[in-house]
């Protein structure tokens, strides 16, 4: 696609995405495909093809007349998708989440079901303001609860950016009163929420160990028998060499936990598992120290 036609309305890129996603995984796009997901007549529908073919991908797809329907040809290249099957699975998950709100929405996609661990929410007015002041790059006032303090203590933050760890979302935010970043939960926001009047001093490029960038590599646990460790690897796409995870500093004691892995980089922490670091020296000594005090920037704030 020629660089002055970006960038892409966001409906028709939403549609083109439905386009590559089921043509690469289910093998074959027929328009229901799109009448039925957005709501839009069969005429509309075989234009929006058309136009992926013609302006953004010419040749990924192929009519097959047998199978009444466009088939992936064989150098299909993703243009508006990774090519990953993460993307399907999520894909039908919205879909099932959907269908158990609004009846008799159907695109064809198959039932699935998503696992949810309950997390605390926030308000719209909490949100909102905290939105308002990532945006708008102003400073934020609100009262925080923490187990130490569940009365909670009136701060004034500086976010920048909203973060989802699988255990709610989070804003990252400068913290006038320890003089640090760190990682809060929406949740425990609370009281007047107001957006001050003062722009944010602290910004997202000022935030280390938000810009700082590591690499983990993880490989299948020594203790594992071959038999263990052939499954594991498949199980999470390892091959000759260790799997490389890259993440920003500041995320990795969320990361490591998803992976089944001690947060702190210690031995022992987390039993049976199936991972192990193959480069522990590339976590940061703050994640480390015995004493952890260092990491409240991360996660004490959060707890």
């Not at 923490?146 to 979302?169: A, F, I, K, S, Y």
């Not at 003062?198 to 160990?209: L, M």
Request: charged content about 30%; aromatic content about 6%.
């Amino acid at each position: 696609m020629k660089k002055t036609e970006w960038p892409i309305r966001w409906d028709l890129l939403l549609r083109y995405r439905l386009i590559e996603i089921v043509a690469l995984w289910e093998g074959r796009l027929t328009t229901n495909h799109i009448c039925h997901g957005f709501g839009i007549g069969r005429q509309q529908a075989s234009k929006d093809i058309n136009t992926y073919l013609r302006e953004l991908a010419p040749g990924n797809l192929v009519y097959d007349r047998h199978l009444k329907g466009y088939i992936p040809a064989p150098d299909f290249q993703p243009v508006v998708t990774r090519g990953e099957p993460e993307e399907y699975l999520e894909l039908a998950c919205r879909h099932q989440s959907l269908s158990d709100c609004f009846e008799n929405l159907d695109i064809g996609l198959p039932d699935s079901c998503v696992v949810r661990a309950p997390c605390g929410q926030a308000s719209p007015e909490v949100t909102r303001a905290v939105i308002t002041a990532c945006r708008q790059k102003r400073k934020l006032e609100a009262r925080y609860l923490t187990l130490e303090n569940p009365d909670g203590e009136t701060l004034v933050l500086e976010p920048h950016t909203l973060v989802m760890t699988g255990q709610g979302w989070h804003v990252r935010a400068w913290n006038d009163r320890r003089q640090g970043f760190g990682d809060y939960r929406l949740s425990r926001l609370t009281g007047q929420v107001r957006v001050a009047r003062d722009k944010s001093r602290h910004r997202e490029e000022h935030d280390e160990r938000w810009n700082r960038m590591i690499s983990l590599k993880v490989q299948p646990a020594a203790g594992l028998d071959a038999a263990s460790r052939r499954l594991v690897c498949a199980d999470y796409g390892i091959e000759d060499t260790p799997l490389e995870v890259r993440c920003r500093e500041a995320m990795a004691p969320w990361l490591l936990p998803m992976l089944g892995l001690p947060s702190g980089g210690r031995e022992g922490d987390i039993d049976n598992c199936q991972l192990e670091l193959s480069n522990a020296d590339a976590l940061p000594a703050w994640m480390k120290a015995p004493d952890r005090r260092e990491t409240s920037a991360t996660q004490a704030d959060t707890v």
